[in-house]
Every structure is written in C-alpha cells, then in structure tokens.
C-alpha cells in the first residue's frame, strides 16, 4: 500500500463522514435542548435541494450554504411550533417533517435534474495540496473544515458557556430550569432552529461536494444514521466527531475492500457491513443507558413536551 | 395581543372527533390553494387524491388491501402510545415478520396443505414479536430509550432482509434478481371478492382491530395500559408493573407488525424482494395519530391514508400532478391535526398582552 | 404543466366520475389507450427519461390516434399490480411495464383481463391469456464498444466496472466490456465492484474513488446517476455513461454514452395493435433495429474513435459479435468454442463472469 493511496482513501473516508457530522452536531445540541426531532432526513434534503438551486443561480458555494443553513432551519421550524408552541408530539411530527421534506425537495428538484453544477473547491493554495501529506491537511471543501471548528465550538458552548449550561437544564430538567426563569420553550426554539441549520448544511454537503448534482433523495438515508451517530456519541460533540469517522470508515472501508478483491466480504456480508453502525448504537446503548442510572448522558427530558405548571 | 392556552377541566370530546376531519379538510383546501399556486391544476388535484378513489367503485379494493398493514400496524401502536410506550421500529418487525413467514415457505414450497398458509402466519407474528422483543428486553434490564432503540432496530432489519433475498434466499430459477421464489398456491391468502385482490387479512385486520378496541375500552388489560400511560406513580400503587406492561405492548406491536408483513407476502406481494419494505410500519405512526389512539379511530385513519396513496397515483395518471404530491399531502395532513391537538386539552384565546383576569370556570364539554 | 383554471378542474373531475364507465364504451372509434408504468422519476436522466422519451415518440407518431398516460415512481412491490389494474380500468388496453420488479404484477394483470395486452419490460414470465409478450434492448453491443475504447485509452490495463446486481443485464454487460478489451490488450483486468443498490448517488460517487484509487484507469458504470460520471471528470479517468448522454456530467471525460432508444419498439408494437395484429411475441432489439445507439465519441484520439465505430458498424451489419467463440469463463471453462457463438438464451441468462475480470459474482 503506497502512500498515495492510504491518502486517497482517507480523503473518501473524511468526503463520507462530513455530512453525518454536520447534521448529527445540530441534532445533538436539539436533543440536549431536550427535544427529538426525527426529521433529519427531511431537513437534509431540503437544504441539499436549496444549496443546489443558490449555487444553480449564483455560482457561489459559499452563499449556498447559507441558503441551505436558512432553507434547513426553516423547516425545522414547522417542528418547533408543533411540538413547542402546540405541544405536538415529537416522534410523530418529526417524521411528518421527513416525509414534507422529501416530498418538498423532489418537488422544486423537478428542474434540476439532469443538471451538474461547480462544486466547492479547496480554499488552500494549489501548492499546499500538491505534495500527498500536504493533501491530507489542505485538500478538502470548507465544510471538512467548517465541521471541525463546529465540534469545537457546541463542545465549547455546552461545557463552558453560561448559555450552554441553560440549555442542558433545560434538558435535563425542563421544570427546574423554568421555575428559576429560564425560557424552556425559548432555548428549544433556539435548539431545534440550529439542528435544521446543521441539517441544511449537512445535506447541501451532497450537491456542494460530493457529488455535484441534484437526484431525488440525495442524501439515501444518511440523516437517518445521523441520528443512530448522535446517540452513538453519549451526547458528546468530541465522541460525535470519533463517531461520524468510524461510521464513514464502515462504509468507505466496505467499497474499497471489494474493490481489491479480498475475501473482507466473506468474514461479514455487505449488509452486514451496512448494518453494522446500527448494531453498534444499539450496543452504545444499551452500555451508557446500563451503566450509569438515568441514561447516562442522555438528556432526561428527551422527547417530552414541557407544559408549564401555573 | 398574544395567544394564550387555558387548560380544560377535561379533554374536549367534541375536538377530539372534530380536529382529525378539521385537518383532513384543511389539508384539502390549503393544498389545492399551494398547487393552483405552484402552476399545477390544485383543485383537480385534491379531487384525485381525497375524493376519486372513494367515488370510484372499483377502487374500494385497492383502498382496502392498501389500508390493511397501516390499520394492523397501527392498532398495536397505538395501545403502545396510549401507554406512552414509543415503538418507533414497527417497519423492522414488519420486515422480520415477513422474513419468518417466508422461512416456512421455503421450507414448504414442494408441499400442499391447509395446514401450510396458518403455520406462515404465525411464523410472521413470531417474527415481529420476537423484534419487538429486543428493544422491550433493553428497555426494561438497562433501562435503554425505546424510541432509538427500535428505530435502529428497523435498520439492522432491513439489511437482514437486504442479505437473505440477494443471497442464500434468492429464487435459483429468478435470474439472480433479488427476490424471493413467489408463494405456492398453498402459501396464498385466499381472495374474498373475485376480480379484484382483497384477500383474507383485510377481515382478519379488521376482526383484531374491533378486538383490541373491545380490549382497550372494556378489559382490565386496557385499564392497565391506561394508567401506566397516564399516571406511572399511580400505576405503581395499583400494582400493575411497568414492565410487565413493556413486554406486552412491544409483543402485541410487533406481532401485529409482523402479521401484517407475512400478509403482504402470501397477499398482494407474494414474495420478498429489496422492495419489501413500504415504509408502513412509519406511517402507521401517523396513523394511529391520526386515528387517536383509538382502535376504531385507526381504522379510519388507515382508509384516509390510504386513499391519499391510491389516490396520488391517479392524480398522476389523470392530471399528471408529480409522485412526490403525495407525499406532501400526507404531510400537510399530519401537521394540521398535530397543530389541532392542542384544541382538545387547551381552549384557545386572543388576549391583551397585559395579565389576563382569571377566567370563569371552563364550560364543561358535552360528554363523559 | 397544467395551468389552474376552471375548466381543467371540472374536466379533471368529470374525467374520473365517468372513470368506471370508459371501460364499458371504448369501442373501435375511440383511440387506442396505452398506460406506462415507470419504476422512477421521469427525468432521472437515465432509465426512465429513456422510456419516457419512447413514449413521447410514440405517441408523436400517431398523433390522436393514440392516448396514454403514465406512471412513475411505482415502487416494485403490490403497488405495481394495483397500478396496472388502475390503468386497466382507466381504459388502457395496451399497457408496457417498463421494469423488471414488475414482472409478476405484469402477468397477473395479463391473466386477470383477457382483453389487454401487456408489454414486460426485460422480463421473462409468460401469461396464461396469451396476451404479454417480454422485451429487451441488447444492451451489452454498446458495452462492447466502450470496452474496445478502454482498453485503447488505459495505460495501465486496468479498467472498473462500478456494478449493481449480479443479474444477466449487468453481468453480460461486464462480460461484453472484457471480451472486447481483451481483444485489443489480451493482458486487460476489468475490477468489479458490487455495491448492492440501484441508487444511491454518494454511494456511487465513493465507489467509483475506491475503483480509481485500486488503479482502474478507465470506468463504465451500471448505475443510475451521473455520480460516477462527476467523479472521473474530477480525477481525470475517461469513462462512458449509460443510459442516455451523461457528458454534461464529465466534459472532458465521459467520452461517451449508450442510448437507449425505445422509441421503434414503442411504435412498432402499439402499431400492431392498431392494426389489429398484435401477438405475443418476445422482443430483444439491439442497435441493427435502432434500439440501442451510443452518443458523441468526443475528446478522444481518432484512432480510438475510428476501431468504436467499427464496432458500432459490426453489430449494424451483423459482422461482429462479441460473444463469438472462443469465450472462456474465469475458472477456465469453454462457454463457446472457436467458431461458436453464445446464444440469446445464455446472454439473458448469464451467470458467470469471462476471464479478465477480477472480481467474483456475489453468491
């Protein structure tokens, strides 16, 4: 294996782990709001749809994320004022928002199909990326890049910040940190909009870099292993980071093994490979939840409206 | 001027059975206003999709085999839900229920007998219930979140199915496609009306529902599922085990679930292929929103839904409207009646931005 | 598309109450109602677009005569049956299934309405009525030409086939893209790589690195999107896409397509309806029929362009065939001796991979 190719690979791995980790940082800041908002998947193909059609209109990847970060929290919006402002329930809102949010994209996608568009290029100097260990620092789309700093940063927001700190009471216990005069409804307004942000950014990773073209159902299910990532992690940005590279290492690994030809398919099917990131959360789980009372990481009031008592 | 919610002394009975058809009806008018708008024929539209299959004899059929897995889905689900018990992963119990029918039915394709079609089914409803087992068993030794663990449950399932009908359960005599060899005639659901293909489990789906509905509103077992869903403390003090009532209800949803996928299999599809799993076991979600949490009420559901499915391929055929309206229409269903929710417990009122004075005593609502 | 009014509404409506009864009155004046059922998007810029495109040229040739209306999206399951049925009832009497997952919904729908005729898109089930026939485009006479291109344009001799299924469709399109490679580099390897889905374009996309990164020097893919495509235009691999012209995805690299052209078919069968002299009979057309054509040869040196056209004359004329003997499978076997050839049979039901290709068959 020469040096060359062990970069190659790992370029695909970083392409394929990026939008999981996009779109499971926003989910993961949502459900440490206390909310679960199973429409990931519908808000990654709405922002794939929009950041396709800004870049289609403008030539500007850059202004496309922005288009995909606004269309994303939009629509994320639907979800907030059902299960916030109406107290709707989250598991069937969220995926009302996932069927909208297919639906939707297919719908304005119509006229792009057939259409490639100018993806991102890197934002480094050409000479910085020509000698093969200069690729691996300097040689992906600002998202790559974009994506790190964001694990710093809601790491840094959630651990150190005052508002951080509100924002897991409100989690974790959303009674306590109304009474004291916190705004849950606020915070989760707050929360819910960021993870469609994230989502939309996520999903415009497809069209921007991946593969610079608009498909019907773009994103094929990752929002949903988004989701399987952000409980994978315990809730921690760090381990989110750790996660999304391990599950975009299962997948690339699988399609690099069986073009070599080795026998990797024959220890574990495909569908096992494919299978696997699930599994695995399941596994997570089943530790976190087991291993410390109350679910271990796991914001205590997930999934739960919040009715103010009077 | 702000919006302020007052709580009712008791839920509204008269919104609780008037938001679901408010919803249906706004999903109607709202999306023939948003596609007249969007450039295609709304009006027509909405005429396809909601009306046409209902005024169309000859569709009834299709309405029925189409709503038969979302009713059997959705009834276990919501006796779940009612116990605030969240199983999200019904599609993976579909799609095992339906790989254990057709474990049998490979075992069984030389042979005939009565005996062969029942054996199936039950293999199904093992299946599903044996899947649903797995996030009920998490749940209650380590205390995992059902709601995820179901949910990537279903995944795992779908790969499972994905490796059996591409690999050692692909038909030897079907050119390598992915699928399964078809059902004999012995491993089919007899059909009730001839020239179409209603078949046997449409009646068995609505035999269980009015069952469950019987069980849910009359029996002790309802009353439990009941309190643990609404008052855990006090279910605690009557005796009735929490989890207990986890297995239950993740054993009757998944053997629901997996009933209806081992229908789909000896019914309408006949075999197993990569295009098995139709997304029923998450619109049965829907679903049993939809039909609240009633037995008798999903039942409605489960024909609104499926009306809107065979009604969008005929808005196609007719009017050309795209598949994805659909879609959008389920959707748009979905959020008005989630967004009336709210009506049944809360009454609704414009007030001054200022302190409201106390409000008199709120009208009691006509029934119980 | 249709624009709101009053009077589409109303015919929109008062065309599906009488839906029931159109059934009953069609008769000989009305024009002849033909329905396709499509497995996915119209404009997937593959597939689909092709079949839409046969139809479009179907109907612009006879004009009133002929009504049709369509489908898409129809999953591969119990939905395709009751869609059938729907278009039956609509009035359709001939109806084209126009994907395999519809194969057994097609045949009961042939055996439930003795009345209609049903066309089944690369299927292989007959009707019990007597009234489906199966078709098929020889897809594999383009692979050849592709395959031909690749070997002359690979510098290392490796060439990547980005694979679905290991259904005959896909494996005789391999075989065919080896055989004529290894006629111009005896010494060619084409990698194959199964990813276990008909769509998912980041899947495609990463495959298709893998394949490159691997050495393949030169691509074809059997995959629905241009994702692959995209990727070889990036890394500068020349590759052919399929299905119809994928050059606006690679420029420069996509140095070609397959056509699909279903168009003739279409024609010619609900022609033979018309007139009255529709029977069943299967139907595997190729490019000598106008079935299958490839697009633009560009950006490639001309003695590349020259040997593909060649080729594309051959199977015109009937002077080639790439599955003349001698053809050996990977484990050695004689499939066809020298001087034989493999028969329509063995190409649509082909389950064994030529010698060249590196990769195996999925069990």
Redesign the interface.
Known sequence: MSADFLISVIITIVGASTPILLAGLGELVTEKSGVLNLGVEGMMLVGAIAGFAAVDATGSPWLAVLVAAAAGAAVSMIFAVLTLSLRANQVATGLALTIFGTGLSTLAGHSYTGRPIKPFTTIFPDVLAAHPFGRVLFGYSPLVYFSFIMVALVAWFLNRTRPGLILRAVGENDHSAHSIGYSVIGVRYGAVAFGGAMAGIGGAAFPLVLTPLWAEGLTGGRGWIAIALVVFSGWRPTRLLAGAYFFGLLGTLELYAKASGTIFTAVLPSEGWAALPYLATVVVLAIISASKAGGGNAPACLGRPFTPTA | MRLKFERRAEPSRLMLYASPVGAVLLTMLVGALVF?L???????AV??VFI?PL?????WG?IA??ASPLILIGVGLAVGNRAAI?N?GAEGQYVVGGLAGVGIGLMTQKMTGAWILPSMLLAGIVGGAVWGAIPAA?KN?????E???S???T??AI??M??MV??PWKDPTG?????TP?VTPSQTLPILVP?T?VHLGVVITLVIALILWFLMSRSLFGFQVRVVGSAPSAARHGGFSQKATVWMVFLLSGGLAGLAGIF?VT?????M????P?NYG?TA??VA?LGRLNPLGVIIAGIVLAVT??GG??A?????L???????F???M??FL??S??LIRYRVRLVSSAPAPAMAAPARSPAE | MIKLNRRSFVAGAAAAASLPMLASRASAADPLKVGYIYVGPINDGGWNTAHEAGRQAMLKKFGDKVQSQYVENVPEGPDAERVLRDLYNQGNRLLYATSFGFMDSAVKVAQAFPDVKVEMCTGFKPSSNNNLSNYNIRFHQARSIFGTMAAMLSKTGVGAYLATYPVPEVVSGINSFTIAARKVNPNFKTKVIWINTWYDPAKEADAARALIDQGADVMTQHTDSPAAVQVCESKGVPTFGQGSDQSAFGPTMCKSSSLDLWGAFYTTRTQAVLDGTWKPEDTYWGMKEGALDIAEIKNVPDDVKAAALKIKQGWIDGTWDVYSGPIKAQDGTVKAAEGAALNDGDILGMNWLVEGVDGTLPS
């Open positions: 007249s969007i450039g295609y024929n709304g009006f027509g005429y396809q046409a005024v169309t004899s000859y569709k299709d085999v189409k969240w999200i998490l030794w380590f205390n995992v979140n709601t995820l663990s949910l990537m449950m995944y795992v790969h499972l994905n490796h591409t690999g050119f390598s496609y992915p699928q078809l020239g293909y789909e019914g309408p599809f006949g075999q292929s990569l295009g098995f139709q998450f979600i829907i929103f499915y065979v391929d005929l196609q055929s007719v009017l050309q795209p598949n994805a309206s659909k879609g959008i389920q959707a748009m979905l959020f989630l967004a929710d709210i």
